[in-house]
């Protein structure tokens, strides 16, 4: 008797808060595609990110436009490419284990990137009990969560010359390539942006070197000549990403180097 009581105890305080817990909960990314996700447990969604157990699905929460196509990423891995209005993916997350996850979906026109979610935290907590993320209540859930932000941020930190950059949107990983944006790529090395006519291309400038970047294709054209970022500059949210290695190889900055221990890119300018 003692015993299925304890059991109850636990199961209500789990379960108990339905202002914390639900089994559907939306998630919008930093350029306003949002995904629904929907669990056959449980849901919370806290300040770093959706906390899930169980198998989640996702899905754009508005139909997405005819002659578009998704792509789900889950840890930076393609987990579905489809064509239809409302796509969905099923993960499951016991197949991830617990700890700290990325979900993202890029919707591309041909090969043009219309929008992204960016990378959205998903925190799997399987281990119910154990887990302290679900054993808080409302007034104790932001320092529990201070190390999952931190871990968030340091997955997508950049260092330049051994200081971390304040970047004026979060960095994020595609094909393998760290993505920034080209304000903060030029703010943090020295340089020149200048908007070219009707925002068609960006010309950077530094040290005597000139690229031209056309948003939504790998090619550049340094000093006139044709060359490749090896993936397309990506035009989000009104701001312009590229990859940060071979964009600064070509204005001249070779040393950067990615820990794959720190989730970190290092980048020296001197």
Known sequence: ??????????????????????????????????LQLTADSMLRNSGAGAVVKGSVSLTPVEPVKGGLTCTFYVDDTVKL??????????????????????????????????????QLPLHVVNDALLNPLLKQGDGGENAGLVKLRRKVLLHEAVFFDNR????????????????????????????????????????????????????????????????SLG???RRIDGRTYVPIRPMLALLGVEKTHWNRIQHRAYVSTK
Do not use: F
């Not at 009581?5 to 209500?12: D, H, S």
């Not at 020295?190 to 056309?214: D, F, H």
């Open 81 to 118: 490419v489809s064509a239809r209005p409302r796509p969905e993916l099923t993960v499951n997350t016991r197949e991830l284990g617990d700890g700290l996850h990325a979900v993202r979906v890029d919707v591309l026109d041909g090969t043009k990137l219309a929008l992204s979610t960016g």
């Open 231 to 233: 993936q397309a500059a």
């Open 164 to 227: 971390e950059a304040d970047l004026e949107k979060h960095a994020w990983m595609s094909g393998g390539r760290l993505n920034i944006t080209l304000t903060d790529l030029v703010r943090h090395t020295g340089g020149t942006i200048i908007w070219g006519p009707s925002e068609q291309y960006i010309r950077v400038e530094r040290n005597g070197i000139t690229i031209r970047v056309i948003p939504g294709s790998a090619r550049v054209y340094v000093n006139g000549q044709k060359r």
């Open 1 to 34: 008797m003692r015993r299925n009581t304890m059991l109850l105890l636990i199961v209500v305080a789990v379960c108990g808060s339905s202002a914390l817990w639900a089994d559907s909960l939306t998630l919008a990314g930093e350029t306003g595609l949002a």
